[in-house]
């Protein structure tokens, strides 16, 4: 298994990956990328933001190497962006959309009580990590986030919420800097299957 310093450093080849393929993609209809490299995750705007967020504040934990071509990964993302704010706000609203969706369903599962037979909380979470990251970037100029946004991800903490136990922070505790708890609480804990009612 991969420790906490091999995954980031897996993250940055990730992004640096995104980021050169960003125009592409922007300029596509697409919105899971499948990346030239074999081995990759798709390439979404989601993705490479969760990625970003963590990798800039954990930077220190990365060598000399890594963080020059972290650097220059965010230098051509932005970029890229900068040229491409239309498409960009384009592809978050329909990522933001897909990716509330799929956390609705994952939530859908665990008030089925058969989200711990298939999938891994703290996998299944990456999804509502996203949600936080395009919010957060479409809350910033130029762009304005849509009000029925934020409304749909409360609706969806209040559902998670019900069957939430408090706990550790469930990824590698170097990343914990990253994420405070007061943000991103849904890190620090896991959803539990509510029990199925007897016949």
């Known amino acids: ?9 897996r993250d940055v080849t990730i992004i ?7 125009e592409a993609y922007l300029n596509s209809d697409v919105l899971f990328w499948h990346m030239g490299t074999s081995g990759m995750p798709a ?7 969760m990625r970003q967020h963590r990798l800039l504040i954990l930077r220190h934990l990365l060598n000399d190497t890594k963080q020059i071509m972290l650097d220059g990964a965010v230098q051509q993302y932005n ?4 040229e491409k704010i239309i498409r960009f706000e384009q592809k978050a609203h329909r990522e933001q959309d897909a990716r509330l969706r799929q956390w609705g369903e994952y939530l859908k599962d665990v008030d089925r009580g058969i989200a711990a037979k298939t999938s891994n909380y703290g996998t299944a979470v990456e999804t509502r990590t996203m949600i936080s990251g395009l919010s957060e970037s479409l809350r910033l100029a130029p762009y ?7 409304a749909q991800t409360t609706l969806l903490d209040n559902q998670l919420k019900q069957v939430w136990k408090p706990g550790d922070f469930i990824w ?3 990343w914990q800097p990253a994420y405070p708890q007061e943000d991103y609480w849904w ?5 539990k299957d509510k029990p199925k ?3």
Do not use: N
């Open 187 to 191: 890190l620090y804990g896991k959803a």
């Open 197 to 199: 009612a007897k016949p």
């Open 1 to 9: 298994m991969a420790t906490a310093i091999e995954k980031l450093e």
């Open 43 to 49: 390439l979404t705007l989601g993705g490479y933001l």
């Open 144 to 150: 304005k986030l849509e009000q029925r946004i934020p």
């Open 79 to 82: 970029g890229v962006i900068s």
């Open 172 to 174: 590698f505790d170097e």
């Open 16 to 22: 640096a990956t995104m980021a050169s393929e960003m």
